[in-house]
């Protein structure tokens, strides 16, 4: 008994020591599909974007995207940013929700590619699997449900927490479908990212 329960820890352990990219670089607007480990942005301008746009993600300055894809981050987040207007914490949440996707040097412990193609002699990504625990999507919905139902595919009616991922992981201006896999019991070897800069608790984040 004893021994199973070390071994498993052993696995564990291994396994987090062991987290790498599941994505690396841009294949034509889509993620490449690449195991490497994370590595440090090429340029200063990638750096300073993505120290200012993640600050949350340390990892030895190492990450899951290049200087390319950080600058296209950033074009996302200010256009999220511009729907979300006063909203300061439903601004942080929803950084470091893309900011873990892209970014996050650890991706395989909570990101899985679901379906991918071979295009230009390299393998993309089309469909991905994003594994978030209870509390955070609870905080990333709470924050921005008031704020934009925009960001919910739908004007005038209620967004349910459903409704807000469903949306934001398939619609028609995304290329890269995302399920987002809300719970607190994730398959083996899957933990949920960080998500450790979030600006507000449980109880302020209605802004
Ligand atoms: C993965 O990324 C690394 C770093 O850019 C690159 O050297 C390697 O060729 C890539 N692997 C694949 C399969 O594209």
Known sequence: MLH???AGLLITCLSRV???????GDCDGLPCVNSTSALPMFGEQGRNIVSELCPHLKGGGKFCCDDHQVKVLKSSI???DSLLSGCKSAKENFRSLLCDMVC???QSDYLQVEKMEQHGGKTRATHLRYFLSTTYSDKVWKSTKTQSTLLCGHLF?????DDLFGFLGNNRWTKLRTDYVIGDDPPARIVHASHEH???GSETCVC
Not at 18 to 24: L, W
Not at 157 to 161: G, I, N, P, V
Request: overall charge positive.
């Open 78 to 80: 200010s256009k999220a």
């Open 157 to 161: 009616s209620s967004c349910s927490k």
């Open 18 to 24: 062991h987290a790498h990219c599941v994505t690396y």
């Open 198 to 200: 979030m600006s507000c």
């Open 4 to 6: 199973v329960l070390l």
């Open 104 to 106: 996050g040097p650890e």
